[in-house]
Every structure is written in structure tokens, then in C-alpha cells.
């Protein structure tokens, strides 16, 4: 069952811009995951934020969580054409899975 | 550096063909996962197994059985292949524990004529 939402569904912004991506889920979790699928391939895990965080960073990337609002974004800054990708949310759910969003679609113009 | 590796990256069946997949990874990890992937819909998760022998139904189980004799090797196998099944399928590994990232292979991208 799909619990997380990405919203936009596609996103096209020129290279050096940042980018901004939005998660929502239904039921409380104990940590959110953002993952990155580049065309036609598997996924790479990019973040996890836990839910007693609010905030998390790695290198361009920062994530945000407000689990009142149920929800959470993905920000890259300074984008480049390097990641232009599908960005997927995934929140934990009972036994151990995942629960999946549809994907937020990157592009990132020269 | 980590590796999930599945058996093909395209692979092309006829309606009623007995299909496996297969998908073997070398960390040692508990917890394997079958995922189909299709436009617009997100990951949907067909089975998983949280350690050797061990397996669970995901979402969408219809049509699709799964062996895991050994820890590093997750088969997903699809008795009768159909047309809807049609798909990209992923395998992931993980460490046991539901904090822990999932590895995923580079996918199957399978069709059904």
C-alpha cells in the first residue's frame, strides 16, 4: 500500500538552481527515507530522518520533517545535471517494509 | 564497496512460461525484498524474507512465489508469467532493522508477450 505522497510528480529547473521536493504520509513513522532512482535503474538510498529530528543535512542535500503536518521535503541546492533523477520518500511501516511514494521526476536543464 | 546483483536486465518471456529471477547480494544481510515497479505507481512490494527460509507476502503476492534457501540469494519466480506482469522488478537487502537503508540491484526490466 503506497502511504507516502511526492508532490510535484515532475519538476524541470535549470542547472545551479535549487530544488525543492514534498512528502506526505498518512500514519506516524519512526523515520522517513528519500531515495534516488536514476532512468531505469535501481535505487540509492540518499537520507534517513528520524522522527524526533527536524532536520538533517548531507553535502547539497537537506531534508525536513514536521510529523504534525505529516510531511516532508527534500531540498538540493545548487543543482546539476548529475541530478536529474526520480526522487522517491519511503516510510516505515509494520513488518519491517517500507511504504513508498510515487516519485518526484528531476530534471535539471544546462 | 556493496553489491545486489540480479540475473538480467531484460529479459523477454511468452504468456505461461514459468519466469525466474534472480537476485544474490555479498554484505551478508538479513532481510531481502521483492519489489515491481511500474509508471506512476511507486514501489509495490511483491514479497520479502527477513532470513533464510523465512518469507512474507507484500502487497501484491498474486501471481508470484519466492525462495530463499540461502542467506545471499532471494529467487522470485512467477509460475505462469501474464501479460500484467509486465514490469521492473527490484530486488533491495538490508541489515535487519527497519532504521536500515536498503540496497537495491540495478533491476529487471521484464516483458510478457
Given amino acids: 500500500s503506497q502511504q507516502g505522497e511526492e508532490d510535484p510528480q515532475a519538476l524541470s529547473i535549470q542547472e545551479g538552481e535549487n530544488a525543492t521536493m514534498n512528502c506526505s504520509y498518512k500514519t506516524s513513522i519512526n523515520n522517513l527515507q528519500w531515495y534516488r532512482q536514476n532512468s531505469g535503474r535501481g535505487l540509492v538510498h540518499l537520507i534517513l530522518i528520524r522522527s524526533n529530528e527536524r532536520e538533517k543535512h548531507s553535502g547539497r542535500l537537506r531534508v525536513t520533517l514536521d510529523t504534525s503536518k505529516k510531511s516532508s521535503s527534500l531540498l538540493i541546492t545548487a543543482s546539476r545535471a548529475a541530478d536529474t533523477a526520480s526522487y522517491f520518500c519511503a516510510t516505515d511501516g509494520s513488518n519491517y517494509q517500507l511504504i513508498w511514494g510515487a516519485g518526484t521526476k528531476l530534471i535539471i536543464k544546462p | ?113
Fill in chain 2, 1 to 113: 564497496d556493496v553489491k545486489v546483483t540480479q540475473s538480467s536486465r531484460y529479459l523477454v518471456k511468452r504468456t505461461g512460461e514459468k519466469v525466474f529471477l534472480e537476485c544474490v547480494q555479498d554484505m551478508d544481510h538479513e532481510n531481502m525484498f521483492w519489489y515491481r515497479q511500474d509508471p506512476g505507481l511507486g514501489l509495490r512490494l511483491i514479497y520479502f524474507s527477513y532470513d533464510v527460509k523465512m518469507k512474507e507476502k507484500g502487497d501484491i503476492p498474486e501471481g508470484y512465489s519466492v525462495s530463499r534457501e540461502k542467506k545471499e540469494r532471494f529467487s522470485l519466480i512467477l509460475e505462469s508469467a501474464s501479460t500484467n506482469q509486465t514490469s521492473m522488478y527490484l530486488c533491495a537487502s538490508r541489515l535487519a532493522g527497519a532504521d536500515n537503508e536498503q540496497f537495491f540491484g540495478p533491476g529487471t526490466r521484464l516483458t510478457v508477450l
